[in-house]
């Protein structure tokens, strides 16, 4: 805004003209970036954090379980196929 105010002296200038056409870009890439990185509810939040600790202690406890247990006893499935309950077909 103030840029703009500025620049009103110098409407002829291509330099001008350019650099707002520039600024117009910069304050849509703000715009865009606030759209990316908008509030979330405290709870929501709260609840993502809490899954985060909770699936980062069962990969700690999972990966104790293994070394201390006898090479080859526990054989570790992947997280996402842990995660399915039941295919249907």
Do not use: W
């Not at 105010?5 to 350019?18: D, H, W």
């Not at 304050?27 to 929501?44: E, G, M, Q, S, V």
């Not at 809490?50 to 104790?64: P, Y």
Request: some cysteine; proline content about 4%.
């Amino acid at each position: 805004m103030r840029l703009e105010l500025a620049l009103e002296n110098f409407i002829g200038s291509v330099f001008a003209e350019s650099l707002l056409q520039h600024q117009q870009v910069l304050a849509t890439h703000f715009i865009c970036y606030d759209c990316r990185h908008r509030h979330l509810p405290k709870p929501i939040y709260k609840a993502g954090v809490l899954r985060r600790v909770m699936i980062e202690a069962e990969r700690r406890k999972d990966h104790r379980r293994k070394a201390h247990s006898a090479p080859g006893s526990i054989v570790t499935e992947p997280t996402r196929k842990r995660r399915i309950i039941k295919e249907v077909e």
